[in-house]
């Protein structure tokens, strides 16, 4: 089991920049893919980036490539998610979640979401 706990959002100007952070509790965090998701009012929960275990590999959503990133720090049990260049249309509530597998599919453990808001 995994607990995940984000922090990090908050209200921005369009073109700026926000860092979200997933804090996770247990000992296997470090053997776990791990995700961002975001969910805008009225829409469907959409993919945003993905990490491998040891943070070889990640993976974007074109909408975000190039102005997101996503880290993480196996000792601190923590993932990131750098996000620069942000537009209008990035507002969302934005989730961390947990593979287990590490194929960047089954994600079974979730965070409660943060919410990130870019004015125009």
């Known amino acids: 089991q995994v607990k995940l706990v984000e922090s990090g959002g908050g209200l921005v100007q369009a073109g700026g920049s926000l860092r979200l952070s997933c804090a996770a509790s247990?000992?296997?965090?470090?053997?776990?893919?791990m995700g961002w998701f975001r969910q805008a009012p009225g829409k469907e929960r959409e993919f945003v980036a993905a990490?491998?275990?040891?943070?070889?590999?990640?993976k974007y959503a074109d909408s975000v490539k190039g102005r997101f990133t996503i880290s993480r720090d196996n000792a601190k049990n923590t993932v990131y998610l750098q996000m620069n260049s942000l537009k209008p249309e990035d507002t969302a509530v934005y989730s961390c979640?947990?593979?287990?597998?590490?194929?960047?599919?089954?994600?079974?453990?979730w965070g409660q979401g943060t919410q990130v808001t870019v004015s125009s």
């Open positions: 979640a947990a593979d287990p597998t590490n194929n960047y599919r089954v994600y079974l453990f």
């Open positions: 247990g000992r296997t965090f470090s053997t776990y893919a």
């Open positions: 990490i491998s275990w040891s943070g070889g590999n990640s």
